[in-house]
């Protein structure tokens, strides 16, 4: 069993910041950060693996970033730059069957956070 804290959500300007944390109980795997919109899927957005090597998607490449503190047990998500399309609650996961080779797909996440809602609206 692993439990993910999430926290530092909120409602921002377009163009303004956000710094998403979550803490993992038992961090020795592939974490990530996936959203979701009001009906729309479940998307990913980072994933960052043990060596710390991260996977960005595309649609907020350049702007956000994503981090991993090993003493803390903690991955960040900065967000730079908010498009009101990335309004959406925003959730951190981990997939315990991997380190190394993380994969995108939310499904194969088998621990997931609470969420946390992040608006951009003016």
């Known amino acids: 069993q692993v439990d993910l804290m999430e926290s530092g959500g909120g409602t921002v300007q377009p163009g303004g910041s956000l710094k998403l944390s979550c803490t993992s109980s038992?961090?020795?795997?592939?974490l990530g950060w996936f959203r979701q919109a009001p009906e729309k899927e479940r998307e990913f957005v980072a994933i960052?693996?043990?060596?710390?090597?991260?996977t960005i998607a595309d649609s907020v490449k350049g702007r956000f970033t994503i981090s991993k503190d090993d003493a803390k047990d903690t991955m960040y998500l900065q967000m730079n730059n908010l498009k009101p399309e990335d309004t959406a609650v925003y959730y951190c996961?981990?997939?315990?069957?991997?380190?190394?080779?993380?994969?995108?797909?939310?499904?194969?996440?088998?621990?997931w956070g609470q969420g946390t809602q992040v608006t951009v609206s003016s």
């Open positions: 996961a981990e997939w315990t069957q991997a380190w190394r080779q993380c994969l995108t797909t939310p499904s194969l996440y088998n621990y």
């Open positions: 038992d961090a020795r795997y592939c």
């Open positions: 960052i693996n043990t060596d710390h090597q991260a």
